[in-house]
T-cell receptor, first 112, second 110 residues
Framework: GAGVSQTPSNKVTEKGKYVELRCDPI?????LYWYRQSLGQGPEFLIYFQGTGAADDSGLPNDRFFAVRPEGSVSTLKIQRTERGDSAVYLC??????????FGPGTRLTVL | GIQVEQSPPDLILQEGANSTLRCNFSDSVNNLQWFHQNPWGQLINLFYIPSGTKQNGRLSATTVATERYSLLYISSSQTTDSGVYFCAVDSAGANSKLTFGKGITLSVRP
């Protein structure tokens, strides 16, 4: 596609439930990033993939968070046992060898 | 990790005015990007500028890497320029995580 796409655009869930957020990067981009943005803050890094492997997962807040990119294209961010503090906008970005990161529109997650 | 500070935190302009937004960072960088986050939350790339000067229409940016700062210039501001401007840097090598500043909220009044 022309840009990074993310689905769903909005997700409302109850505390304790499991959610999956999807990211489709720009075609041909080998690097894929997940960030999280809380209200009034800048995005914060979660995890970065180069191809299929997680090159840096140092930003994942705890073991309830996990992400995969099995074929080196689409990625899924998975959150288990959601908590109210997980509510935020989850942003995905991709880049090619030129380093410029292009962001998707985000998924707004609300945990009730 | 690297620290990113943006100033001023808030800026109110009359339409047609010029402005300068500043980004200071605490370490050498391989990547520096300026973004505009519109009211719908979309982060729009403005510049990839780890060093030097670039211009795109009414916007221009300069990064002085040796002094660890970058400036974003907006000339003849329009109401559509309103939103939050973020500076983000990566110091760990190519294709690595971006560290964002807290952003500058710009309001352009008609």
């Amino acid at each position: 596609g022309a840009g990074v796409s993310q689905t769903p655009s909005n997700k409302v869930t109850e505390k304790g439930k499991y959610v999956e957020l999807r990211c489709d990067p720009i075609s041909g981009h080998t690097a894929l990033y997940w960030y999280r943005q809380s209200l009034g803050q800048g995005p914060e890094f979660l995890i970065y993939f180069q191809g299929t492997g997680a090159a840096d997962d140092s930003g994942l807040p705890n073991d309830r968070f996990f992400a995969v990119r099995p074929e080196g294209s689409v990625s899924t961010l998975k959150i288990q046992r959601t908590e109210r503090g997980d509510s935020a906008v989850y942003l995905c970005a991709s880049s090619s060898i030129t380093d410029t990161q292009y962001f998707g529109p985000g998924t707004r997650l609300t945990v009730l | 990790g690297i620290q990113v500070e943006q100033s001023p935190p808030d800026l109110i302009l009359q339409e047609g005015a010029n402005s300068t937004l500043r980004c200071n960072f605490s370490d050498s960088v391989n990547n520096l990007q300026w973004f505009h986050q519109n009211p719908w939350g979309q982060l729009i790339n403005l510049f990839y500028i780890p060093s030097g000067t670039k211009q795109n229409g009414r916007l221009s940016a300069t990064t002085v890497a040796t002094e660890r700062y970058s400036l974003l210039y907006i000339s003849s501001s329009q109401t559509t320029d309103s939103g939050v401007y973020f500076c983000a840097v990566d110091s760990a090598g190519a294709n690595s995580k971006l560290t964002f500043g807290k952003g500058i909220t710009l309001s352009v009044r008609p």
